[in-house]
């Protein structure tokens, strides 16, 4: 990280030490405020006009400059990224989230300030993206390509990693850091988003992929807890996980540049919801979300059932030409 001001260092020691964020949300954090920081710099012009924005030193700002930020020094700085940095919504969305984090710290946790100017910054709209998802006949061709790989270990290794995306709906790096012994019957045991733990429960087609492809794991893997290994017998990266993916996807005749590692996840709720009666509440709980409102992507997808739903109502075949 860049040399930064002590107020900021504190605040990122307390979000990943004593909330539990994780590192990559941190640094999300961390890249946030340091442009905000700049902006603040350059807005109240404490730097040369000639200085390169990207080049704005950030150590000297201390909580006397903090607490002259207002409401309308937001409002500035969420239109500078959008007109100067082409932030779409969802960036500056996340600025936003930043922004009331960092300054409800300040506020709440640390009392530096005596007002917080972030409590009536808002979100700006969003719009809501239908989730990209592979149909269940896109399903069995993928797994169907994967079992055309000749060698035993790839096609029953691959096999059981994408199953489980399937089926589980894991995130990417939950699944490459399962350990063997947070698998006991029909339950896996994952670390999700700020090291929150949570259950998977497998059904037969997972725990019998696992299964087949224990039987051919290396005993002597360097790795030893590590339950997807690499042909160098450690323990799989993300990006190798996701370059495995990708080719089978390939192979499968589906354009990468649509279809993804985290559309495995997307497809796995998309399942669930259409075909499994999942409410809801259940299907959070499943991915690990946070709030309800990530969930809700996954409700507005199935037209037909929508369609479905109404029909079914016991008014539905009324006439009034027919009484």
């Not at 640094?27 to 040369?48: G, I, S």
């Not at 409401?71 to 989230?97: C, E, M, P, T, W």
């Not at 540049?257 to 409410?279: C, E, F, I, P």
């Amino acid at each position: 990280m860049d040399k930064i001001p002590i107020i900021l260092e504190d605040y990122l020691n307390y979000m990943e030490t004593i909330k539990g964020t994780s590192p990559n949300t941190t640094k999300e954090y961390f890249f946030d405020l340091r442009t905000f920081f700049r902006y603040l710099k350059l807005r109240y012009r404490l730097v040369d006009n000639n200085v390169l924005f990207d080049e704005i030193d950030i150590s000297d700002v201390d909580i006397e400059l903090i607490k002259k930020v207002n409401l309308q020094d937001l409002h500035s700085f969420i239109s500078y990224v959008d007109k100067n940095r082409d932030n779409g919504n969802s960036a500056k969305a996340r600025k936003v989230a930043s922004l009331k984090s960092f300054f409800d710290y300040l506020y709440l946790k640390v009392n530096l300030i005596d007002k917080n100017p972030a409590d009536g910054l808002e979100f700006p709209k969003t719009n809501v993206r239908q989730p990209i998802y592979f149909t269940l006949e896109e399903c069995q061709k993928l797994l169907n390509t994967i079992l055309e790989n000749q060698n035993e270990f790839f096609r029953k290794r691959d096999y059981a990693i994408v199953m489980l995306f399937l089926n589980c709906g894991l995130r990417l790096s939950e699944l490459s850091s399962i350990d063997i012994s947070k698998i006991k019957d029909d339950t896996l045991t994952v670390i999700g988003k700020g090291n929150k733990e949570r259950t998977i429960y497998l059904n037969d087609a997972c725990i019998n992929a696992i299964k087949s492809y224990l039987a051919v794991r290396p005993e002597d893997a360097i790795d030893k807890e590590a339950l997807f290994l690499s042909m160098r017998k450690r323990r799989m990266s993300n990006r190798a996980i996701q370059h495995m993916i990708d080719r089978y996807i390939e192979k499968a005749g589906f354009d990468t540049s649509v279809y993804s590692t985290h559309k495995l996840r997307h497809t796995a709720a998309t399942l669930m919801y259409k075909y499994g009666n999942v409410d809801i509440r259940a299907l959070q709980a499943i991915l690990g979300h946070e709030n309800v409102s990530t969930t809700q992507i996954y409700t507005h997808i199935d037209d037909e059932r929508l369609r479905a739903a109404v029909k079914s109502n016991p008014l539905a075949k009324l006439d009034p030409n027919n009484n």
